[in-house]
């Protein structure tokens, strides 16, 4: 049985609002950005850092400095998966994917950077 006041056209388009899509999907790419801007801008003045006090590093703030280039893959992935996505779960796909990378990256950046200045502090004290 069917909804009287419901017309078939408003129900297709709620299902495939491009425009919202769109913006969500930006939103995502956006988002999972971040952490591979961050990682990028601050890199080269821990590596200076680093080099200064003469501390070891551990292995993720190795590959963290070393490898910060490659986060920037990530945004990409993020938009690859909103292509692939069926149309109606693209944009909160793609959103669910920006933010949870960017939950997950940003804080292992900043525990990578700051892991060995702990160790330092540990050291000394």
Known sequence: MTNPYSSPI???ES?????GSLILIALGVGLSAIPALACSLVSAS????FASFGA???GLTYVVLNYHMMLWLIPLAVACAAKISKPHLRGRRTLALGLVSLMVLLPVCAV??????YKLGAAVG
């Open 112 to 117: 990578a950077m700051y892991l060995p200045i």
């Open 15 to 19: 299902r495939t609002n491009p425009s």
């Open 56 to 58: 070891e590093i551990s």
């Open 46 to 49: 821990f590596r200076d850092t």
């Open 10 to 12: 408003a129900t297709v």
